[in-house]
């Protein structure tokens, strides 16, 4: 019997407008062989971005990746936990499942892996409470 198949929306939010972010996330996801044909983008959104002295329409292209096994969110999240500390931003990363389960990933110029390690296990349990 074939693996039920789930899509996972993931949205960039740069804290200081940056039209590459969910671009340069995008081929980083798709470097993955197990990710490589299950990520594609959808039509732009706009999203308020504000900064220290104003607020901003920043236009923001959400992914979609398709996973059909645990061990495909696993390298998933792994993938999202080494673009983020290729990073020098500071981001959000938001995952959205079909469940209706959520998690974000904030990261503030990701020097230190411990943080990303523990931000990605975090992630990882919002993702396995949903699905108990």
Request: hydrophobic share 45%.
């Amino acid at each position: 019997m074939p693996a039920s198949v789930e899509t996972i929306t993931l949205v960039v939010h740069p804290d200081l407008p940056s039209a590459n972010a969910g671009r340069s996330l995008a081929s980083w996801l798709r470097s993955e062989d197990r990710l490589r044909e299950k990520v594609s983008t959808t039509p732009a959104v706009e999203a308020t971005v504000s900064s220290s002295d104003d607020m901003t329409t920043v236009a923001t292209h959400p992914l979609r990746v398709a996973v059909d096994s645990g061990g495909d969110v696993m390298v998933l999240v792994q993938a999202i936990a080494g673009w983020l500390t290729h990073r020098r931003d500071d981001l959000t990363v938001t995952l959205t499942g079909p469940g209706g389960w959520s998690a974000e990933l904030d990261v503030r110029r990701a020097r230190d892996m411990g943080q990303v390690t523990a931000l990605v296990g975090a992630a990882i349990d919002a993702v396995a409470r949903q699905q108990a």
